[in-house]
C-alpha cells in the first residue's frame, strides 16, 4: 500500500497561481508514473497532468501552456506549479500513483478559483 498526501490547495483569485504538492510514503524512483486528476462538481474526474518514470510529461489541453507538473525523487515528491488559473480550474485534485496497473490515490485537495 502507497499512501499519498496532497497539500496546496486553496481560494485564489483569477489569474493567480498555486503549486501543489504529493508526497509519497515510499519511493518513488520506480514507479510507472504519477500525476494529477481533478474532478468539478457535477463533472467526471479527469486527467490534468502525468509524469512518467522516464520524465515524460503529458497534459489535458486545457492546462497546457498554464500547468507544469515535476517530481522530486529524492523526497518522494511530485508537485503541479499552476499558472493563470481560471474560475473553470476550480475543482478537487487528486495526486495518483500508477504502480504498473495497480493504482493509488491522495485524498484530494480542493483548488478554487474566484473570478
Known amino acids: 500500500q502507497v499512501y499519498l498526501v496532497e497539500s496546496g490547495g486553496g481560494l485564489v483569485q483569477a489569474g493567480g497561481s498555486l503549486r501543489l504538492s504529493c508526497a509519497a510514503s515510499?519511493?518513488?524512483?520506480?514507479?510507472?508514473?504519477m500525476g494529477w486528476y481533478r474532478q468539478a462538481p457535477g463533472k467526471q474526474r479527469e486527467l490534468v497532468a502525468v509524469i512518467t518514470f522516464g520524465s515524460t510529461t503529458n497534459y489535458a489541453d486545457s492546462v497546457k501552456g498554464r500547468f507544469t507538473i515535476s517530481r522530486d525523487v529524492a523526497k518522494n515528491g511530485v508537485y503541479l506549479q499552476m499558472n493563470s488559473l481560471k474560475a473553470e480550474d476550480t475543482a478537487v485534485y487528486y495526486c495518483y500513483l500508477d504502480n504498473y496497473g495497480v493504482n493509488y490515490w491522495g485524498q484530494g485537495t480542493q483548488v478554487t478559483v474566484s473570478s
Open positions: 515510499e519511493s518513488i524512483f520506480s514507479f510507472k508514473a
